[in-house]
């Protein structure tokens, strides 16, 4: 662990890489003296921890942070970023293509560097978005013809960020692609990813499409065929960790590997023998950083059971996390290797806890062979649930802003028929490539457990109130709730004998907690009745509507600052559901940027949008139809942005967007017979004619009718 905050302490402190290694010497030396001399042997005694070998660790993490970093020489790809209306690259895919339906994208090894008849010997990865769908494979040599880019930073997701972790530091998009005359390389991986690609192709002609997507992202870690609505309701649900290949996976195929080779070896051959099956896996799949870890942890667990040693979870996590991390220094602050990590530990930490204290409650009540009956199976399906979910709360809060609460139903119903789905998923894929009938008649056997899996998940994604979307969140508390955490982990003892104390105040908090939730809901619920409520977003406004039964939309200007929009909705959006319906982007120039961590099911733009986004385009007279009879009506766009008018019963209410004379103007409301009845703009506000205070920093405005009447209502 000391190594790996000694990575993240390059980032904030970016010391020449001799000041990391002289600083590592020299506390490498006092390490060696405390175990030499007395005087040290004295200061052991008071203190326990060896500080100077953790503070060398320290400073070996800064080190190879440091020499990770890029030269930036004219023999880096990178270098030549933004330098050149049009370059050619050539090299060889070092991953396998990924097809999508925006496009392909190619991960290419560069070798060499053509531009205006110069040629320069380059080495890099580039990331390549190419229109077509070619027949191209793992080690193929080809050349990309196009302009060759830093990757672009993005809204509310820096997409450069995510491509460096990856040592990724140039892109292109919808570059020429041609293939090039030269032998293929890496033979061994290239008929591994074949292999890969021929038993996926063999699950989609076996079973229907959304089994085949999900039974390829469990056995073949092949994900991008998974439909997003499918993602979605395993995120809500909080059972997404079963669609990609993690430790669960690693351990029921090393459990087969090793049962395979004790049939045919002595004990003694198991460990190698299943430990490459296990290596060769992990190669075909992609060697992700969660898969990668889980296959080290497997491989280490079937060494340690044939040693007959137990190990040391918190220790093995550790060693294995900072391997990776060695030869990966970017893998700290990459979202699944965190939650890989963190979902680990609370199976370490606390998994074995939990089933202990409930089979002890179990025999008390109930007696020995009722716990030993239950103990298994909660504990499998529910309590490790618990545990993982415990330290992996923060990380899913500060990458994804959501969190699920349904998970702890959702778990114990889908979670039993995974290991069969393993089995009998992994047994399909290598019958399909051996011989076809076999491979279709179990293919058969496991469609119901699939099928299972996708219903169960996409019924309980609906239930209300089962995902929260929390909202941006600062790093800082989740920092502070793993500090409070490991006190608790530490004091668990201390504060367990006070057991009188602790029982009423878990009592009274979680009523607390469930009351105060209740009424939170109750408050919440819809009323019949539309609201407008005009946001002061410092430099733009936004407008939020709430239809009479709850669907909510907002109107989003780019002018707009995000974070003050995110706080004013984060006071008028229900706890429960923090998700909006849906998002107009009524700015300029409408952009990934406009979104900065805004959650919605659709999302609108107007006009075009300015990047490659998945947004539908509201078009000069197009309307988005709401619940309750409620219409929105884009009128005339223009540079500013657009017009809109929105519509309930007699009511209607006009936003100028800028594309009248008076570009100031935000909100203009008449009554039933026609005479003014709200008039707002910067700086300025009108009702029924009379002049009123402008909205203060941060204010708001909310008008409530049923269609007839209206009401108006502003902060002060």
Not at 296 to 310: A, F
Not at 364 to 388: D, I, N
Not at 520 to 548: E, F, N
Not at 659 to 671: F, I, M, S
């Amino acid at each position: 662990m000391a190594f790996i905050l000694g990575l993240l302490l390059a980032e904030a402190l970016p010391l020449p890489w001799l000041v990391y290694a002289g600083l590592a010497a020299v506390l490498g030396l006092l390490a060696w003296l405390e175990q030499r001399r007395g005087w040290w042997k004295a200061w052991r005694k008071w203190c326990r921890l060896p500080v100077a070998l953790v503070l060398a660790a320290v400073m070996l993490g800064g080190l190879r942070a440091q020499l990770a970093r890029p030269a930036w020489l004219p023999s880096e790809l990178g270098w030549h970023n933004d330098l050149y209306a049009s370059a050619r690259v050539e090299g060889v895919l070092a991953v396998p293509p990924d097809q999508r339906e925006s496009g392909t994208l190619l991960r290419l090894r560069a070798e060499r560097l053509l531009v205006n008849g110069q040629i320069y010997p380059v080495s890099g990865l580039l990331q390549a978005r190419v229109k077509q769908a070619g027949n191209w494979q793992y080690g193929d040599a080809v050349a990309l013809q196009g302009r060759l880019l830093t990757p672009p930073e993005g809204g509310g997701f820096s997409y450069r960020d995510y491509l460096e972790r990856q040592g990724i530091y140039s892109y292109m998009l919808f570059p020429q692609v041609e293939d090039l005359p030269s032998a293929p390389r890496s033979g061994l991986l290239r008929g591994l990813y074949a292999l890969r690609e021929q038993a996926y192709r063999r699950l989609q002609g076996f079973l229907p499409h959304d089994e085949a997507a999900l039974l390829g992202g469990i056995v073949l870690g092949i994900e991008s065929d998974i439909p997003a609505e499918v993602e979605r309701d395993f995120q809500d649900t909080g059972t997404a960790h079963i669609v990609v290949i993690s430790g669960f996976n690693i351990a029921i195929l090393a459990a087969l590997f090793a049962r395979l080779v004790g049939r045919f070896f002595t004990r003694w051959w198991i460990p190698p023998l299943a430990g490459l099956g296990v290596v060769l896996y992990t190669l075909m799949v992609g060697g992700q950083p969660p898969v990668t870890r889980a296959a080290l942890m497997g491989v280490m667990g079937l060494l340690g059971e044939q040693l007959g040693r137990r190990q040391s979870g918190v220790n093995s996590l550790a060693f294995t996390a900072a391997l990776m991390c060695l030869f990966n220094p970017q893998l700290p602050y990459d979202a699944s290797f965190q939650l890989s990590f963190a979902a680990t530990l609370g199976l370490v930490l606390y998994a074995a806890p939990l089933q202990n204290g409930f089979e002890a409650w179990v025999e008390r009540r109930w007696g020995e062979a009722a716990a030993k009956r239950w103990g298994g199976p909660v504990s499998e399906y529910v309590l490790f649930t618990l545990a993982a979910q415990l330290t992996t709360l923060p990380v899913i809060v500060l990458h994804f802003q959501r969190v699920s609460l349904s998970a702890l139903i959702a778990n114990p119903l889908v979670l039993p028929v995974q290991p069969l789905i393993m089995v009998l998923g992994s047994l399909t894929a290598l019958a399909g490539l051996v011989f076809a009938p076999l491979g279709q008649l179990l293919a058969w056997l496991v469609w119901p457990l699939l099928a299972y899996t996708l219903r169960a998940a996409h019924l309980l994604a609906k239930l209300p109130g089962g995902a929260l979307d929390t909202g941006a969140v600062l790093p800082l508390w989740a920092l502070v709730f793993y500090a409070l955490l490991l006190l608790l982990t530490l004091r668990w003892k201390q504060i367990a004998a006070r057991k009188a104390p602790l029982r009423f105040a878990a009592l009274a908090a979680g009523l607390m907690a469930a009351s105060a939730l209740v009424w939170q809901a109750v408050l919440a619920r819809p009323d019949g009745r539309l609201h407008l409520i005009l946001l002061d977003a410092r430099g733009g406004p936004g407008l939020l509507v709430i239809t009479p039964r709850g669907q909510t939309l907002l109107v989003e200007s780019d002018s707009a600052s995000p974070t003050a929009l995110r706080r004013a909705l984060g006071r008028r959006l229900p706890l429960l559901n923090r998700q909006l319906d849906a998002l107009l982007l009524a700015g300029g120039a409408p952009s990934a940027a406009n979104l900065q961590g805004l959650a919605a099911r659709q999302v609108f733009a107007v006009p075009e949008p300015a990047d490659e986004s998945p947004w539908t385009s509201l078009a000069e007279n197009g309307r988005i139809g709401l619940e309750g009879g409620v219409e929105l009506e884009l009128e005339t766009p223009c540079a500013q942005g657009a017009a809109l008018t929105l519509r309930y019963g007699d009511f209607s209410a006009r936003m100028p967007g800028g594309c009248e004379e008076d570009q100031e103007a935000l909100l203009w409301v008449e009554t039933a017979g026609g005479d003014p009845l709200l008039a707002v703009a910067q700086g300025r506000m009108e009702i029924n004619g009379a002049r009123q205070p402008a909205l203060p920093p941060g204010g708001w405005l909310e008008l409530v009718t049923d269609g007839q009447q209206v009401w108006v209502y502003k902060s002060r």
